[in-house]
């Protein structure tokens, strides 16, 4: 059995509705106008021990709503959610020992005090034993270099210092599946890259599963296996980010270095989806869509018409592509 | 049982970082004790001033409304030494959407809340209504004695229950409107109604604040027993109803934050 369920689940949200107009005063007041509106619709996936899940979507596509019903603060309208065997909602006292939570937008360090303060707060709140608590801090601060500040106050500390602290804080009782909604959002690229590598490598420690929901493609690239696309509360796409990739991806650009040219290929292409850019200089550029040609086969393709001496293959932006889909569902 | 101690003692380790974060801001906690020592000794003169010129209030003299007074400031105080905080704090958190942190952690909402919510910015309230407490009875003329330190108590025990509650029923509303100075408003509207004999009150707001919002028992019911008043007001001797009345007010209010905690998880955003 999977570790998360979540089964044809739909969330709405009731809304009021102002209507315009000084006479529509008084009826905005005592009668006003609901609508509903489906943040979530109908969606079902399932996730096992030990992954590391993305969440893509525009703003407002139902990520974080999916994130609060899976992490039990929010009832679905409909559907069930089943994680660890548990019904997260129902039983969210139990569910939340189990799970660490970090929501990017908000902070849960007490700003008054310093990190370490907030963390020995989070050693009562989970019953952390005082041996535990102690080497996770010690290796938290390691993994995360947070030597400098632990005993600085919250509020002196800068963006990325705090998202580590907050990071630390939401895995300090070893759970077992971690949330993070946009949790590099605003920070320089060092920081973002010591968060990667330290939620990667509690992956690979201690199998903790993971779900993120991020607009920096980056984050899901070099941190998830597998992505959700959602858009609009419906899941547009959910699979291995390989796979998003070559399903997406409608052009690769490949660049040849040649030392000689047998016979022109622009001349006469030996597949029809490929297509020759440029060819000056002892270089050759073609896009091709990945879809339809293998690296090997267009490897195989260019050295009949040259003598290769190197290739590099610019591998598309995921960013573009999930640009693409964007712009797709907008229409 | 065992959870009891255990939301106790994380009452413990939440106010000693209170306290910590507290010191990095000595110098505005006590201004605001001693602005509020200010602000309350002035109503009380101003209370005694005016009585005195009346003569009395319904049967009642300067001193023993002055008692009336601090008795409500003192429940008020021990309440609020509990329960402002998660008042103060909850429609923000609400509003923010904060209020998921406290959802994604393993404990229940209402204990939770209020360990973490413990202040001790009644100070200023506690010592000054306590010092008026000792001029009135000293006026008075009444002995203090072991029995009636214990009556005392069992008044502001159960005083502080009702205002306990009162504070809970405004905070949890804060679930259902997100804003809620108004509700606010109204608490400290009878808060100040309070601090007069009930009697001197139309038909109608005397069962309001017995019935509906018991005021009444906070301190006019008892203290017209302990200082043997005769206005009867709408009823009789009502103080042997206190327990029963703060008790039931104060489980009613925690069964309505409850509900409405659990209402936030289906409409929150």
Redesign the interface.
């Known amino acids: 059995m999977p570790l998360i369920q979540v089964d044809h689940v739909s969330k709405n ?2 809304v009021i509705v102002q209507r315009p107009g000084a006479k529509n005063v008084l009826k905005n007041i005592f009668c006003p106008e609901t609508k509903t509106v489906q ?1 979530v619709k109908n969606i079902s996936f399932s996730i096992e021990e030990g992954e590391l899940v993305g969440f893509i979507g525009e703003n407002g596509a139902g990520k974080s ?1 999916t994130l ?1 019903m899976v ?5 679905p ?1 409909s559907g069930e959610i089943t994680v660890s065997g548990i019904c997260p ?1 129902l039983k ?3 569910n ?2 189990n ?1 660490g ?1 970090v ?1 990017g937008q ?1 902070s ?1 360090l ?1 700003w ?2 310093s990190m370490i ?1 907030s963390f ?2 989070n050693k ?3 019953r952390i034993d005082s041996g535990q608590f102690q080497k996770n801090v010690d290796m938290f601060v390691e993994m995360l270099h947070m030597q400098n500040f632990c005993h600085t ?1 919250v509020r002196q500390l800068s963006l990325g210092q705090r998202m580590k602290a907050e990071v630390a804080l939401a895995l300090l009782h070893d759970p077992s599946i971690l949330y993070l909604d946009e949790p590099t959002i605003g920070l320089d690229v060092l920081a973002k890259q010591q968060i990667r590598e330290f939620i990667r490598e509690r992956n690979r420690q201690s199998g903790m599963t993971t779900i993120l929901t991020s607009h920096d493609m980056k984050d899901l690239d070099s941190v998830c296996k597998r992505i959700i696309i959602l858009s609009k509360g419906s899941i547009l796409f959910d699979g291995a980010i390989e796979h998003f990739k070559q399903k997406y991806t409608t052009t690769s650009v490949a660049e040849f270095t040649y030392a000689e040219k047998n016979t022109d290929m622009a001349a006469e292409l030996p597949h029809r989806h490929l297509k020759v850019i440029e060819d000056k200089d002892h270089r050759l550029t073609v896009s091709y869509p990945p879809s339809e040609i293998t690296t090997a086969q267009l490897v195989g393709m260019v050295s009949e018409y040259y003598r290769i001496n190197d290739f590099v293959i610019k591998a598309p932006d995921i960013e573009d592509m999930v640009r693409g889909i964007y712009e797709r569902e907008m229409k | 049982m065992r959870e009891v101690i255990w939301y106790l ?2 009452t413990s ?2 106010t000693r ?1 209170a306290v ?3 010191l ?2 000595r110098f505005s906690f006590l201004i605001n004790c001693i602005s509020q020592a200010l602000d309350y000794s002035v109503a009380f003169l101003l209370m005694w001033v005016m009585i005195s010129a009346f003569d009395n209030m319904n049967g009642w003299n300067a001193y023993e409304v002055m008692l009336l007074y601090s008795f409500s400031l003192f429940a008020y105080g021990v309440a609020g030494t509990f329960f402002f905080n998660i008042m103060n704090n909850l429609p923000g958190q609400i509003w ?3 209020f ?2 406290v ?6 909402v209402l204990p ?1 809340l209020l360990s973490s919510s413990f202040i001790c910015n009644y100070i200023a309230h506690l010592t000054l209504s306590a010092i008026v407490m000792g001029i009135c009875f000293h006026a008075l003329e009444i002995p203090v004695t072991f029995w009636l330190l214990v009556r005392i108590l069992w008044i502001i025990l159960f005083g502080s229950l009702i205002y306990g509650g009162l504070f809970l029923i405004v905070s949890g509303s804060a679930f259902l409107v997100t804003k809620i100075t108004a509700m606010f408003n109204i608490m400290f509207f009878f808060r100040e109604v309070s601090y007069y004999p009930l009697s001197i009150f139309p038909k109608a707001f005397q069962l309001i604040a017995t019935v509906l919002v018991p005021y009444g028992f906070i301190n006019f019911y008892p203290l017209q027993a302990l200082l043997g008043k005769s206005d009867t007001g709408y009823w009789k001797s009502m103080a042997a109803w206190c327990p029963v009345v703060s008790i039931s007010f104060f489980m009613i209010s925690c069964l309505f934050f409850n509900r409405s905690a659990r209402q936030y ?5």
């Open positions: 949200y009731k943040a709503t609060k992490s039990g603060i929010l009832f309208t909602y969210r006292e139990k939340a020992r799970i939570a929501f908000r849960r007490n008054d005090l303060d020995e707060l009562e709140i989970y106050p | 003692r994380l380790v939440f970082k910590k974060a507290m990095s801001y923010k959407g904060a998921d942190d959802l994604v952690k393993p404990v229940k939770y998880k289906s409409s929150g955003s």
